[in-house]
């Protein structure tokens, strides 16, 4: 099984900031790793998939790098509608999700 | 529009037996792959079963001995069914598609489909308590 490990679990921030969030493999997963958006109460939203690929319809200031077994996620300038938990994902192996990050107001 | 429609009983009493069922009315049946994932309250998102359009699956290994999954084709439906649920089964649980892909570069094998979860249903909330 492979484990996803994400930093941080929590991340204040302000409407304009950049911010990056860390997510870890525990085996090289090349690039399949995928990020999604979730709000309280809603679905997960696909933002990235295969590490680098913006989903279609997901605002350009969203970002995703990486290979083998670490990858980031980048805001590059924080929405208000960006405050949310964000989750990674692997799916070379079966499909496993990291604990999350919660994007709060600073 | 709703291109995964989910449903099934929300309230269950220990020891029985969970059912859920996902419509399909996007893309191809197919292509793609077909996943149940949960959300215990407050907390991540766990993945549960995959099914294609022959019936072959892959079971979280954690959920093994109680899960299985089934596909109708002629309606483009999968289903869940979960057995021996305890209050630890509490939950949201999502339909979601996986989209076949192809991976060259970054050490892929391109020769391999790889599926990520693309399109997911609305989201069922099922309570075991007795």
């Known amino acids: 099984d492979i484990q996803m490990t994400q930093s941080p679990s929590t991340l204040s921030a302000s409407v304009g900031d950049r911010v990056t969030i860390t997510c870890r493999a525990s085996q090289n997963i090349n690039i399949l790793l995928a990020w999604y958006q979730q709000k309280p109460g809603k679905v997960p939203k696909l933002l990235i998939y295969k590490a680098s690929n913006l989903q279609s319809g997901v605002p350009s200031r969203f970002s995703g790098s990486g290979s083998g077994t670490e990858f980031t996620l980048t805001i590059s300038s924080l929405q208000p509608d960006d405050f949310a938990t964000y989750y990674c994902?692997?799916?070379?192996?079966?499909?496993?999700f990291g604990q999350g990050t919660k994007l709060e107001i600073e | 529009q709703v291109q995964l429609q989910q449903w099934g009983a929300g309230l269950l009493k220990p020891s029985e037996t969970l059912s859920l069922t996902c419509a399909v009315y996007v893309g191809s049946f197919s292509d793609n792959t077909w996943n149940w994932i949960r959300q215990p309250p407050g907390k991540g998102l766990e993945w549960i079963a995959e099914?294609?359009?022959?019936?072959?699956?892959s079971y979280n290994p954690s959920l093994n001995s109680r899960v299985s999954m089934s596909v109708d084709t002629s309606k483009n439906q999968f289903s869940l069914r979960l057995r021996s649920v305890t209050a630890a089964d509490t939950g949201v649980y999502f339909c979601a598609r996986g989209r076949r892909d192809r991976c060259w570069g970054g050490g892929c094998d391109p020769n391999y489909y790889y599926y990520y979860m693309d399109v997911w249903g609305s989201g069922t909330t099922v309570t075991v308590s007795s």
């Open positions: 994902q692997q799916y070379k192996s079966n499909y496993n």
């Open positions: 099914i294609n359009h022959s019936g072959d699956t």
